[in-house]
């Protein structure tokens, strides 16, 4: 059974950090991309932030470009969201995706609140 655990997620004030962490286990076969998504109240769930293992090539949402920095532990399965100068718009359920070459994962996503 494929289990994707997030963790890191909480509350801090404008121009603070959080570092998220997704951990899979019971993955079968070859890892194509892990990603981080986040889903505001009201808005459709939307991509943040791409690690492909072509390359070792990383993709970021323009509203986070320069902020975050997403990396992995390919030993562990596991993908990380470094967060910086977090903003109240970045205020969101933060989740983790990872697709294979036959399916994807989601992760039970982590809460992100940025407010003063």
């Known amino acids: 059974q494929v289990q994707l655990v997030e963790s890191g997620g909480g509350s801090v004030q404008p121009g603070g950090s959080l570092r998220l962490s997704c951990g899979g286990s019971g993955i079968i076969g070859s890892i194509d991309t892990m990603d981080w998504y986040r889903q505001a109240p009201g808005l459709e769930r939307e991509l943040v932030a791409r690690?492909?293992?072509?390359?070792?090539?990383?993709y970021y949402a323009n509203a986070v470009k320069g902020r975050f920095t997403i990396s992995r532990d390919s030993s562990k399965n596991t993908v990380y969201l470094q967060m910086n100068s977090l903003k109240p718009e970045d205020t969101a359920v933060y989740y983790c995706?990872?697709?294979?070459?036959?399916?994807?994962?989601w992760g039970q996503g982590t809460q992100v609140t940025v407010s003063s």
């Open positions: 995706k990872v697709q294979t070459r036959s399916a994807y994962y």
């Open positions: 690690f492909s293992r072509i390359g070792a090539s990383t």
